[in-house]
């Protein structure tokens, strides 16, 4: 199975950026749907993006035109690009992947997962 670091977290004040690297062990290229998730406290983890094996993305409500994913498969990992971001955004993000060339917008679809990254926002 593929094992999945991530990185790039950190603390931000409103309207600033960060940007999400998840390093993949395996070959990501070969069929796996990778994608970004989030838990708050107290909340559920919720979907921000997924791209699937031929570069095709889908976008939770709240983070199309701010967030972009994207990945290297050169260097067999996994980006989020995160701009504007909001004290909303103030989660731990999590990097998942399947071994599947097709995406299912759901974190019940995947079956590797990161520890994640704690991504902080203050207004």
């Known amino acids: 199975q593929v094992q999945l670091v991530e990185s790039g977290g950190g603390s931000v004040q409103a309207g600033g950026s960060l940007r999400l690297s998840c390093a993949a062990s395996?070959?990501?290229?070969?069929?796996?749907?990778m994608g970004w998730f989030r838990q708050a406290p107290g909340q559920e983890r919720e979907g921000v993006a997924v791209i699937d094996n031929i570069r095709n993305t889908l976008y939770a409500n709240s983070a199309k035109d701010r967030f972009t994913i994207s990945k290297d498969n050169a260097k067999n990992t996994l980006y989020l690009e995160m701009n504007s971001l909001a004290p909303e955004d103030t989660a731990l993000y999590y990097c998942a992947a399947r071994s599947l060339g097709y995406c299912v917008f759901s974190a019940t679809f995947f079956t590797n997962w990161g520890r994640g990254t704690q991504v902080t926002v203050s207004s």
């Open positions: 395996g070959y990501i290229d070969r069929g796996y749907c």
